[in-house]
């Protein structure tokens, strides 16, 4: 066995016995921690199997933001509220049949591939240099299927909008809450000194996102997770959902990327069609505000909706 | 060995192609819009985006009709298996006039609802009905004109995102915890289906239904990839037995949003299914499954009905009606059975599905209205406290039985072509055991909508109790759904020529009019 | 179909197989919904990674992946975070309003302030 190969492995056995461990273990806040490693461990796969822009967007989204949202519903779930009552031995083992073989056919399906593996990176490559970025993952995302990525926004959107609906009827338009009342002191000097290192970079991802690694999902969360950090310390309360500034912060993306689409229809001859020697600067005018959209929704979807009015 | 490549997309953007891309973009511009102008002119935008987008799916039909073949736009330019492509065949037509045409009614149904005020500030309930309703037409639109399994499930995440807190717009803890168990449904039906997109890619490197037709082999890796799919589909289509999910929320729901939910949400995951079976499926190979599913569907008509006459509140009763009439839908795929001469889209069944599919829409959608109705005009919805009740305000009651007079299939309406022509094809492909279940399915349903109706109109013993007015426009507009349940039910009882417009390769699947490859 | 491989990339994808079955237990089995969300991720993460898998076998064109699944992955990992915070936020506003309705719990980390009917109220009940 290689060095490698025993990494591999390692790496593997880890994962798992982490997710049956999190299935398993009786306290919830150990199953969130747990859930955290794993999504460490996962990116590092991402790496492994060559897709670092995935692996940022793992560590990144995946595990830290998803980590973080639910540890902050952890208190307030361990009182319960099942879904189910426990089920019974049989249907215990119904489930365990049928998702062990959904396990099994996959595993099939891996170790016995098509003998040709289909594959659009040829063309991927053929057409990359008309959209004038480099990296072939923001040339799906930006170029090829930009339209998923529009749509996507809108779904991201929409899910924060879910989130705001869940506000009591009072607290309609009031600030988040996200401070705790008494900010532990190594998180005040975290926010004082990490905050702009981290604006830094997570703007550098989304601009180097063209050509390398990186893109405006993952500055984008970078961005959020500052704000958040800063909110938290409480150094700056966040913002109210009635704010002016705020709304168009979250539309200001999808409006570009509405109105750069539709200026297609005439000056490129598609919806969402870039015209020739354009298509770059176009991206990056796109990607500017979808960065900056995408931080205000993400950072708000971790904020969560307000619970309490501050309106008189 | 052949290359696995999928061959590219052989067909170019048609002349009306930009209205596809209306179509979606449209109720996504009136959301932005909705969030920055402020309240006081939330219904105005939305009403306007929803009449616009009314206007836009009848000049996808007049383009349709009028070329006599697919309508396609390729965005951006950029050609399958790259790019992404919108297409719009006979039956999408079908559901987005459809769609625009319930969620519309809904709109004027539910103008001036919420206590919306365009002088006050803004307040919650309004201002997010407003906007996942037109969340709700944008992605819908989406699932019956997207082209690409990929872009679909974009599509049903947008449907899972606005669907959901529209059932807990109330905001009490009752309906959160449907709209959870709704959401948790959803969810394992969203990863299920992304799954089987996986398996799909990688056995034929396109996502792309219309190549995926002309690629997809009989093999194991496809049977996989697709019952990972459906199953999916089938806990968001709410079919028996992963109906549980649903009573509860949609008899939960704002009388408005339950009308949507259940007259066209739970359609957006079934119409993907049909394709998937329909265009990807070769036809050899979908024997066993198809009378898997339609078991599963008369399970769903038989239960489904008798748990609805047993309920003592009429919304659940209306909700439990739909997990019965979802399991008429599901017949389709044993009885639309095509061969070499008629494709399945040409059978009297692939026609009588349709007509189930859009007549329960108009139906659903008027009673669930009328249910809104009587909770306003006696506050409570308990069908043993409306003896009489149908005296006080007899518009809703006449809307709620023409709706049920199509659930159970009487004739003249949409609900009776529809089940006379399944009926007709189970008994033309020698299956009669699914026409005993429409027969027992039809008596049912009469047994719950008479259980209502027959008190509601009767001569009360004691004064109904009135709580308050209703608003006679609302009352009109259940009527108007409820009496085009009835009109569709005029279409000649034949396999319908619109809903073959685009469909397989001689109508135009690959070569639109005109524009050869 | 050709006989079986394993290489780096199968071992990865049967860990993503591995991880879908255990999820999936998860997310039925479960009755704490926080738990069957994390189960749902657990599911999510392994369908990602059998994505993952496929993209890299189709490495072609100096390319160590196809970029379209990477890029169909990077897609659905933010939609996946969507879905929590949304499932996330109803558990926690179910749980504070099961502590408003005097239901036995943990103590209440959130007042439950503001969360009697306003006027608007009784009409989206109808």
């Known amino acids: 066995m290689t060095e490698t190969a025993f990494f591999d492995t390692l790496l593997v056995v880890t994962m798992i016995g982490l997710a049956i461990w999190m299935i398993v273990v009786r306290d919830v806040f150990a199953a969130i921690i747990g859930f955290m490693a794993f999504g460490l461990l996962l990116s590092l796969v991402w790496l492994r199997i060559e897709a670092p822009d995935v692996g940022l967007t793992e560590i990144a989204v995946g595990g830290g933001a998803t980590g973080v949202m639910l540890l902050r519903a952890r208190g307030l779930a361990s009182a319960g509220d099942a879904m189910n009552a426990v089920p019974s031995v049989p249907f215990r083992v119904l489930v365990g049949v049928l998702a062990g073989a959904v396990a099994l056919f996959l595993g099939a399906l891996v170790v016995f591939p098509p003998a040709v593996a289909p594959t659009l990176a040829p063309l991927a490559a053929e057409h990359l240099a008309s959209t004038g970025v480099g990296n072939p993952i923001t040339a799906v995302l930006m170029a090829y299927r930009a339209f998923d990525t529009f749509l996507e926004t809108v779904v991201v959107l929409l899910a924060l909008i879910g989130v705001w609906s869940l506000t009591p009827d009072g607290a309609w338009g009031a600030r988040p809450r996200v401070a705790s009342a008494d900010v532990p002191a190594p998180l005040l000097l975290l926010a004082q000194w990490l905050v702009p290192l981290g604006i830094v970079i997570g703007i550098y991802i989304t601009w180097v996102g063209a050509d390398e690694p990186g893109g405006k999902f993952q500055g984008a969360t970078i961005l959020a997770a500052m704000w958040m950090l800063v909110m938290m310390a409480g150094l700056r309360s966040a913002p109210a959902l009635s704010s002016r500034r705020l709304r168009i912060a979250l539309v200001v993306g999808p409006a570009i990327f509405i109105a750069i689409g539709v200026s297609g229809f005439h000056f490129a001859g598609a919806f969402l069609a870039y015209p020739d020697g354009l298509a770059k600067p176009l991206i990056l005018a796109i990607e500017a505000g979808l960065l900056i959209s995408i931080a205000a929704m993400l950072g708000m979807l971790l904020a969560g909706p307000p619970l309490e009015g501050d309106r008189p | 060995m052949t290359t696995p490549l999928a061959l590219p997309f052989p067909a170019d953007t048609t002349p009306g192609g930009f209205l596809l891309v209306l179509a979606i973009l449209v109720p996504i511009i009136g959301i932005l819009l909705i969030w920055t102008l402020g309240s006081r002119r939330t219904e105005l935008v939305a009403l306007t985006t929803l009449a616009i987008g009314a206007a836009i799916a009848l000049a996808i039909l007049t383009e349709l009709t009028g070329t006599g073949s697919a309508v396609i736009y390729l965005v951006g330019g950029w050609r399958p298996p790259l790019g992404l492509a919108l297409r719009a065949d006979g039956l999408s037509v079908v559901l987005i006039v459809l769609t625009a045409i319930v969620i519309g009614a809904v709109g004027i149904f539910a103008k001036g609802q919420f206590g919306y005020d365009p002088d006050a500030p803004e307040k919650r309930a309004p201002t997010v009905f407003w906007t996942l309703l037109l969340g709700i037409s944008g992605a819908l639109n989406l699932i019956f004109l997207g082209d690409d399994l990929f872009n679909l499930f974009v599509a049903i995440e947008l449907v899972t995102f606005t669907a959901v807190p529209l059932v807990c717009l109330d905001g009490k803890a009752e309906t959160m915890r449907a709209a959870l168990r709704y959401l948790l449904f959803a969810l394992l039906g969203s990863v299920m289906y992304l799954l089987g997109v996986a398996l799909i890619y990688s056995g034929y490197g396109t996502l792309d239904i219309a190549l995926l037709k002309s690629v997809a082999r009989v093999e194991p890796l496809l049977f996989i990839a697709i019952a990972l799919m459906t199953v999916g589909l089938l806990a968001k289509t709410a079919l028996f037995p992963l109906h549980i999910w649903l009573p509860a929320a949609h008899a939960g729901a704002p009388a408005a949003a339950s009308a949507v939910l259940s007259a066209l949400v739970v359609k957006g995951s079934f119409f993907i299914i049909l394709r998937l079976w329909f265009d990807i499926l070769p036809a050899e190979a979908t024997g066993l499954g198809a009378q898997m599913l339609a078991g599963l569907g008369a399970l769903a008509i038989l239960f489904g009905s008798v748990i609805a006459i047993c309920q003592a509140r009429l919304k659940l009763l209306i909700a439990y009606s739909t997990v019965a009439q979802i399991g008429y839908l599901f017949l389709m795929f044993p009885l639309a059975t095509g061969s070499e001469a008629t494709p399945a889209f040409a059978s009297i069944a692939w026609t009588g599905g349709i007509l189930q599919l859009a007549s329960h829409a108009f139906a659903k959608a008027a009673m669930f209205l009328a249910a809104g109705l009587v909770y306003d005009a006696f506050g409570h919805d308990r069908i043993s406290g409306l003896a009489g009740a149908g005296r006080v305000i007899p518009i809703t009651f006449i809307a709620f039985g023409l709706g049920g007079m199509s659930l159970m299939g009487l004739p003249p309406s949409g609900g009776f072509s529809a089940k006379w022509l399944m009926l007709n094809a189970s008994v033309g492909e020698g299956q009669w055991w699914w026409a005993a279940v429409i027969l027992c399915g039809g008596l049912l349903a009469a047994g719950y909508v008479f259980r209502v109706l027959v008190p509601a109109m009767a001569r009360p013993l004691a004064r109904i109790k009135v709580k308050g007015p209703v608003s006679r426009r609302r009352e009109l507009v259940a009527l108007a759904l409820a009496i085009m349940a009835l009109l569709i039910g005029f279409v000649p009882l034949e396999p319908a020529p619109l809903l073959g417009i685009g469909r397989g390769a001689e109508a135009g699947l690959l070569v639109p009019g005109g524009l050869a490859p | ?126």
């Open chain 3, 1 to 126: 179909m050709t006989g079986a491989t394993f290489d780096t990339a199968t071992l990865y994808g049967l860990c993503g197989a591995a991880l879908v079955g255990i999820g999936l237990f998860g997310l039925v089995l479960d009755p704490k919904p926080i738990r069957k969300i994390l189960a749902f991720n657990l599911v999510g993460a392994g369908v990602f990674l059998v994505f993952g898998v496929i993209a890299r076998r189709g490495a072609a064109a100096g390319f160590g992946g196809d970029p379209v699944p990477q890029a169909l992955v990077i897609t659905g990992i933010v939609v996946a975070f969507s879905a929590t915070a949304l499932a996330v936020t109803l558990v926690q506003r179910l749980s504070s309003a099961a502590t408003d309705a005097g239901q036995p719990g943990q103590a209440a980390s959130v007042p439950p302030k503001g969360e009697t009917g306003t006027p608007g109220q009784g009409d989206a009940a109808s």
